[in-house]
């Protein structure tokens, strides 16, 4: 699914279904009150970036909603997760490159990408359909976040995601 490039210039931007590391990550948790964040992070040892294709995440209470791209190293307040799972979309491939995690705040540095201000009880980010393209960098990562005050919240988030495969270095 990665971008594919020829010599450096962008050519399409669409699921490639040759390529063999297509993930999905998901991550299910709950705060008694104020905010919950999940992230997904490009937890690779060598070079290998990740292409985000999508982000969608649900919360059990509506609230307004940011996205941030999270620079290493990420840190922050921790909350344990219900549920977390990372694998290849194809049963019979291997897991890709990537790790979930939840938080109540964050003291990583980040970058601010999205905002909403009215009350949804979900967020979707889906660069592929007209809305610019992530690709996270080793330990780098994405995180939505939302609150519900004084209330007890509960948050699930799924990203679409694969390891970029075939970059062609740029021509000299």
């Known amino acids: 699914?990665?971008?594919?490039?020829?010599?450096?210039?962008?050519?399409?931007?669409?699921?490639?279904?040759?390529?063999?590391?297509?993930?999905?990550?998901?991550?299910?948790?709950s705060v008694a009150s104020g905010t919950i964040g999940a992230y997904f992070v490009n937890?690779?040892?060598?070079?290998?970036?990740i292409d985000?294709?999508?982000?969608?995440?649900?919360?059990?209470?509506?609230?307004?909603?940011?996205?941030?791209?999270?620079?290493?190293?990420?840190?922050g307040a921790a909350v344990t997760p219900t549920e977390t799972q990372v694998s290849c979309i194809?049963?019979?491939?291997a897991t890709p490159a990537g790790a979930c995690g939840m938080f109540s705040s964050l003291t990583s540095p980040t970058r601010h990408i999205t905002k909403i201000f009215s009350a949804y009880d979900s967020t979707l980010l889906n660069p592929i359909a007209a809305e610019p393209?992530?690709?996270l960098p080793p330990l780098w990562g994405i995180a939505v976040a939302t609150t519900g005050?004084?209330?007890?919240i509960s948050l699930a988030m799924t990203v679409w995601y694969q390891e970029v495969l075939d970059n062609i270095a740029p021509a000299k």
């Open 90 to 93: 194809k049963p019979d491939e």
């Open 43 to 49: 937890n690779s040892l060598g070079g290998t970036a």
């Open 1 to 29: 699914m990665a971008q594919l490039n020829s010599r450096g210039t962008l050519t399409r931007g669409r699921w490639d279904f040759f390529e063999r590391t297509n993930g999905v990550a998901f991550v299910t948790g």
């Open 149 to 152: 005050g004084a209330s007890a």
């Open 133 to 135: 393209f992530y690709t």
């Open 52 to 75: 985000i294709y999508a982000v969608e995440a649900a919360s059990s209470t509506a609230g307004g909603w940011d996205t941030y791209i999270l620079l290493p190293p990420i840190a």
